[in-house]
Every structure is written in C-alpha cells, then in structure tokens.
C-alpha cells in the first residue's frame, strides 16, 4: 500500500493507496512512499519525520496551520456555480475540519474523492 505526502511539509494527504490509486491521485506538488517501510501506520494528518523515519501526529501551529491550508485549497468547491457532483461530500469534510480548530483530539477526515 502506498502513502501520498504533501511535497513541501510531508504531511500525509492519502494512505493506503494501491498503486493505480497513488498513480491517479498523484500531482507534481507530492510525493508518494511504500507503508510497509515504516513502524507507524500513516493516517491523514500525521507528518513524516525524517529524523526518526517515521511518521508522527502533528500539533499545536503545525496542526493549525495545516487545517486551514485544507480549507482554503477547498473554498472554491462551495462556490454556487461548483460542477462536481459531491459538493455535500465537501461540506461534511469541511465542517469536519472546523471541529478539529476547536478539538485536538479529533483525527483527520479522509478527503472526498473528487467527481
């Protein structure tokens, strides 16, 4: 099973990807890394840490910042004249990932598929 990561902060974005899923879903700005080469089993939200080779949770201004980075990259999908047939998908994550401001507790929510 394959992991996408963000390219620039290597936070984990998909996982458990077979590899025609990692192959669709990657873009220019990730990178993809084999799951069984590492002790932790990635979820979304977590970040590999190059100094340990494995993947960690990730908190406070980091966390913070990286929820509001998925809310921006997913404004333009509440626009009315949005094409996609799973704009409720895209609320529920959204919604989602509001609570997560207000919770540290609270995991990551699998990005919908895009339609």
Known sequence: ??????LHSS???YTGLTRAEMKAKKTNRM???FEPDYATTPQPGMKLDYKTHDFV?????LRYNEIRRLLDESDW???TDYPGTDKEDWITYRQSLRVMLKDEDEGFPTRPTTT
């Not at 099973?1 to 963000?6: E, K, R, S, V």
């Not at 949770?57 to 201004?61: F, L, R």
Request: glycine residues 4%.
């Open 1 to 6: 099973m394959y992991t996408l990561l963000d």
């Open 31 to 33: 990178r993809f890394c």
């Open 77 to 79: 999908r509440m626009t």
């Open 11 to 13: 936070i984990v974005l």
């Open 57 to 61: 949770n990730i908190t406070g201004n």
